[in-house]
């Protein structure tokens, strides 16, 4: 028997010319390929970075033997999610320190969501590109030894600009198996429920180390 939904919220931001994204890639780029005035149909192409909007990372994204999006098992894209409120953190590392409150509602195989409220922040602004809350090595750890399925994030990156690539956190949770979902949408919805169920599928793209996703929380009756 399918399961009824209660309620289900859409945690993904939109994919748009000139979208923002990571700095130092090219802008996200789309034009009409056919349009209904003269073709009688619309088209569009996108030519964009695989890590653009709401997308997720695979291991092969910082290391090179690593698995490609196409070879990661589905059940690594959905779990329990366990919201981690980090609105008023007022810095931009997110420290080991600010996950322990949840140390006991954390549990094996569940998405987290580090809801910092950058989602509301998007824009081509300075703040929004460069100074996002993000994870450290420390607090990559912290959730690794936890042995959750997936992260999410609504900054760029589960890394910050100051570390140049991000690489600390992407390679501590990618390493253990962890999967990464950076630039989600989050909002005070996520509070009108206890739990919540997570999917985050990517697209097949073989061979790559990333891919834009639709993020979506549900709550079954």
Known sequence: MIPKVKKIIDLTQPIFHACPGWPTYKL?????????????????RVDMNTHTGTHLDAPYHFF???????????????????????RNIGRMPILASDLEPYADKIQKDDVVLLYTGWAQKRSMSKEYLFEWPYITKEAAEWLAQKEIRCVCIDGL?????????????????????????????????????????????????????????RVVATVFE
């Open 64 to 86: 090179p033997d690593g698995t490609t999006v196409e070879k990661m098992p589905l059940e690594s894209f959905q779990g329990r999610g366990v919201v981690v409120d980090l």
């Open 28 to 44: 996200t780029n789309v034009n009409m390929e056919g349009f209904w005035a003269r073709d009688g149909f619309n088209a569009e």
């Open 157 to 213: 990156s589960a890394g910050g600009w100051p570390e140049g690539t991000g690489a600390p956190p992407h390679i501590v949770l990618l390493g253990a198996g962890i999967v990464i979902i950076e630039e989600v949408y989050m909002d005070e919805r996520l509070f009108e429920e206890d739990e919540w169920y997570i999917t985050g599928y990517p697209l097949k793209l073989q061979g790559m180390g990333g891919s834009p996703c």
